[in-house]
Structures are given as structure tokens and as C-alpha cells.
């Protein structure tokens, strides 16, 4: 099998693994993740208030849940956008990544990310695989 292999620096501020973003994923102009200050990154991404946020900053990991103010209205929010629209909860994944530590969130994230059919990384945003188009089981 030809596992996908996701890195730490995949691993937005905000518990989403940009690993699994559709505009990461994407052939043409792909998003290099929120942790690579480029320019090449969609608008949305560039202004993010949680990737920018001052308390960010001062915490030790650079993730939200070191923050004393985890989980912010911001971070619900977006948690909120996200369960509802994408079958995945950032605050999960930052508890798992503060529980379990980023190899074990990393591994798990492998597993769940990867195409039954084509052993592919799927996207976050879509509920097919991009490459083989099976449809994908919203557990």
C-alpha cells in the first residue's frame, strides 16, 4: 500500500490537517498549508483570525488547545462549521493531538484519510475520492 504521509507542519493551529484540504490537494496552484507563510494560499487562509491570533503566539506548541482561552468562540465555531459540513470536529483533533501527541493524531489521520479503493489521501471537503471517485462512508 501506498500510504499517504502527513508531517506535523500540515497540522493548522486550529486542529485541521491541511494534509486532507481540497485546495492542498488540488493539481494546479495547490495551497501549501497554513503553517507556510507563502503567498500561495487561498484568501480565506491568508487573513485567518485563529492562524493569526495574538494569544497563538504566546503559547508553547503553537496550537489552540495551549491557549487559556481554548476552545475560543472562534475555534467553536469553525469546530461548529466543520462537524456539520465535513463530518470532523477540529476540537477533537486538537484533544487528540494533546492527549495522544501529533505521531499518534498523524497515524490515526492516516488511517481515516486514506481511500479503501485507491489508497489515496482524500479530501476533508469532499465526500468522494478525488482520484477514484468512490463515494465515502460518513462514519
Do not use: W
Not at 502527513?6 to 494546479?28: D, Q, S, V, W
Not at 496550537?63 to 465555531?77: G, I, N, S, V, Y
Not at 476533508?124 to 463515494?135: A, D, G, P, W
Amino acid at each position: 500500500m501506498d500510504e499517504p504521509v502527513f508531517h506535523k507542519e500540515l497540522i493548522a493551529p486550529c486542529g485541521m490537517n491541511c494534509g486532507t484540504c481540497i485546495a492542498y490537494l488540488r493539481e494546479k496552484n495547490p495551497c501549501p498549508g497554513c503553517r507556510n507563510r507563502t503567498e500561495n494560499k487561498p484568501k480565506h487562509c491568508i487573513t485567518c483570525r485563529i492562524a493569526n491570533c495574538e494569544y497563538l503566539e504566546e503559547t508553547n506548541s503553537k496550537f489552540c488547545f495551549d491557549c487559556t482561552r481554548f476552545p475560543c468562540q472562534r475555534m467553536k465555531q469553525l469546530d461548529l462549521r466543520y462537524r456539520k459540513n465535513y463530518r470532523t470536529s477540529l476540537i477533537e483533533n486538537l484533544r487528540q493531538i494533546q492527549s495522544k501527541g501529533i505521531e499518534a493524531f498523524l497515524q490515526s489521520e492516516t488511517l481515516k484519510q486514506t481511500c479503501p479503493s485507491c489508497q489515496k489521501i482524500l479530501s476533508v471537503h469532499r465526500n468522494f475520492c478525488l482520484y477514484c471517485k468512490e463515494i465515502i462512508n460518513p462514519n
